[in-house]
């Protein structure tokens, strides 16, 4: 199984007044456009999640929506609260395994992305997440703490977009 773990696209900067309530602030234009481009160059090295969990805040639900638009069958997403800011990585993992998909996608918030990669490939510390990377990690079959094998790390930086 390849769990890809995805950090939201470039949102707005944070502002009380056109958002009030932070959960609710959006992705800028540049951003969905940036995150799209990023797309398109994975789906063709075979990055295709089945399913995809996503937090509720609208910033990861407008980046799940341009993955699965991207990706052929288009997966449904699910809004997890698990994913929300201060991550749950057990319910995350028991979620996980109530699924039999090959390729799933959780897309979330940093500081949260860097500390489940980690804790998935048994590390401690946290791996830095650029704003819309995506993650790649291979397990022999659950996903549980530890037991993930990190394939690749890619940012638009790195992919030129």
Excluded at 3 to 19: D, K
Excluded at 48 to 68: E, F, G, K, V
Excluded at 127 to 141: D, L, N, P, Q, Y
Aim: one cysteine or more.
């Amino acid at each position: 199984m390849i769990l890809y773990i995805v950090r939201h696209a470039w949102a707005e900067e944070r502002n009380e007044e056109a958002w009030p309530d932070d959960s609710q602030r959006p992705l800028t234009e540049s951003g969905c456009k940036r995150f799209s481009r990023l797309v398109k160059k994975l789906v063709k090295t075979g990055f295709s999640p089945n399913m995809i969990a996503t937090s509720p805040l609208t910033r990861c639900q407008q980046t799940a929506d341009l993955l699965a638009e991207r990706i052929a069958g288009k997966p449904d997403i699910v809004p997890l609260v698990a994913l929300a800011p201060c991550s749950d990585l057990d319910a995350l993992t028991k979620w996980s395994a109530e699924h039999s998909e090959e390729q799933i996608a959780w897309v979330g918030h940093a500081p949260d992305v860097g500390r489940l990669a980690s804790q998935l490939i048994g590390g401690e510390s946290n791996i830095r997440f650029a704003k819309g990377a995506v993650a790649a990690i291979r397990f022999e079959s659950a996903v549980q703490p530890g037991a993930g094998e990190l394939q690749w790390l890619a940012t638009a930086k790195l992919l030129g977009v």
